[in-house]
């Protein structure tokens, strides 16, 4: 499967406290990309870094990309309740928009 | 903008009946994408096209699976006969041609009894 893996599957934090989660691929990408799921809600996307690019910034989020290691991290930092959500990572293995996500890590920040 | 416009929200069938999904893309996307969530599979692409034309229909489950996109603002996902399988969570979402972000749309939850 060219699908992603996502580590961890759950992660539960404190208002305020970092979140971490991983992704890891089996081919070379174009471009590696993030997205949000709320509950009963379609996805959101995040942020995009392309396989030339090795960390990009958007707010409080941050993603690194190492494509020696095939992987990718989204670091949400000074996490708020409102940040409760499943995160996915996409490739783009093809430049035709064609997409393979990940299985998710469902993400719950306590008040 | 409206977004990505999905319809019917929520549907329960029987099994062996016909079920139409639809999807009105974002206006100026041509790239549209189906796909299906379910707990234990995950998110799958179906299908997808560009410019009105089927692309890569690879995830499509099987010959009971069919989608068409006629025009550049509506496409639709049907499933004849449906199974209880066939029970997910089905969205949309569309794109700007060279633009690698999708949009997705608020999704179908589908029921077959």
């Known amino acids: 499967s060219q699908q992603g893996e996502e580590d961890p599957q759950a992660l539960s934090i404190q208002e305020g406290e970092n979140a971490t989660m991983n992704c890891s691929y089996k081919t070379s990408i174009n471009n590696l990309q993030w997205y949000r799921q709320n509950s009963g809600r379609g996805l959101v996307h995040l942020i995009l870094?392309?396989?030339?690019?090795r960390e990009k910034h958007s707010g409080r989020l941050r993603v690194t990309l190492d494509t020696s290691k095939k992987s990718s991290s989204l670091l949400i930092t000074a996490s708020r309740a409102a940040d409760t959500a499943s995160y996915f990572c996409a490739t783009d293995y093809n430049q035709g928009g064609k997409l393979i996500f990940g299985q998710g890590t469902e993400l719950s920040v306590k008040p | 903008d409206a977004g990505v416009i999905q319809s019917p929200r929520h549907e329960v069938t029987e099994m062996g009946q016909e079920v139409t999904l639809r999807c009105k893309p974002i206006?100026?996307?041509?790239?549209l994408f189906w796909y299906r969530q379910t707990m234990m599979r995950g998110l799958e692409l179906l299908i997808y096209?560009?410019?009105?034309?089927?692309?890569?229909d690879s995830g499509m489950p099987e010959d009971r699976f069919s989608a068409k996109m006629p025009n550049a603002s509506f496409s639709t996902l049907k499933i004849q006969p449906s199974e209880p399988r066939d029970s997910a969570v089905y969205f949309c979402a569309s794109s700007l041609s060279g633009v690698e972000t999708q949009y997705f749309g608020p999704g179908t939850r589908l029921l077959v009894l």
């Open positions: 206006s100026g996307h041509n790239s």
């Open positions: 096209f560009n410019n009105n034309v089927p692309i890569d």
């Open positions: 870094i392309r396989s030339n690019e």
